[in-house]
């Protein structure tokens, strides 16, 4: 209160400069000091990468997910034991992963159900007109996130991109044509969550 231009002038030595120099930043709560002063830390990314930096900060917290930046994220498509409701949706609710809706794709892909634990279908583009539009999920990630989530994913998963009915290409899941090969091919019920009723 008695000085507080001359304060604000001193806390900007450490704040002011990452706008000055085109760059984004994140301040959060750090460990205290050995006298137990409160002390804090500021994560500072290139311009735009602001995800990246709250991923950051998600993790310096001890936060199981980040908030998500809707306009900066990748639109993920999903296909199977991803979908909402499905054994692995989990690992996209910890991404911090935003629904955008039902999608489609184009003709070119058949769908297979493979032999994995927990079953899992790999859709595989075979060209169009050579398969059927098969049904699944729109999410939007960081790019950070899906970066990590790509690094885990098991054999023969994969992630390609997807052409959508729409005219949209997407980053979506796949998988290896030798692993398709030798599983059952189910494109005639055009999503996952058909065959598996069907199954039942």
Not at 46 to 65: E, M, S, T
Not at 149 to 167: C, K, N, Q, V, Y
Request: net charge negative; with cysteine; hydrophobic share 45%.
């Amino acid at each position: 209160h008695a000085d507080p231009i001359g304060i604000n002038r001193r806390m900007g030595t450490y704040t002011n400069f990452c706008n000055l120099l085109d760059m984004a930043a994140v301040a959060v709560p750090g460990a205290s000091t050995a006298d137990g002063a409160p002390f804090g830390v500021m994560l500072v990314t290139p311009a735009f990468a602001d995800q990246v930096a709250i991923d950051l900060a998600a993790r310096l917290l001890g936060l199981d997910r980040a908030p998500l930046l809707v306009d900066r994220g990748v639109d993920l498509a999903v296909f199977g034991a991803h979908l909402r409701g499905q054994p692995l949706h989990w690992q996209l609710e910890q991404l911090g992963a935003r629904f955008l809706g039902g999608i489609r794709t184009t003709d070119a892909y058949r769908l297979t159900a493979l032999d994995t634990t927990p079953p899992k279908p790999g859709l595989v583009r075979h060209g169009p007109g050579r398969g059927a539009p098969i049904e699944g999920e729109l999410f939007r990630v960081s790019a950070a996130g899906l970066g990590g989530f790509l690094a885990e994913l098991p054999a023969p998963m994969a992630l390609t991109s997807i052409e959508l009915a729409d005219g949209r290409d997407v980053v979506g899941f796949s998988c290896t044509h030798e692993a398709a090969s030798t599983a059952t091919d189910i494109t005639h019920h055009a999503s996952w969550r058909t065959y598996l009723q069907h199954r039942s």
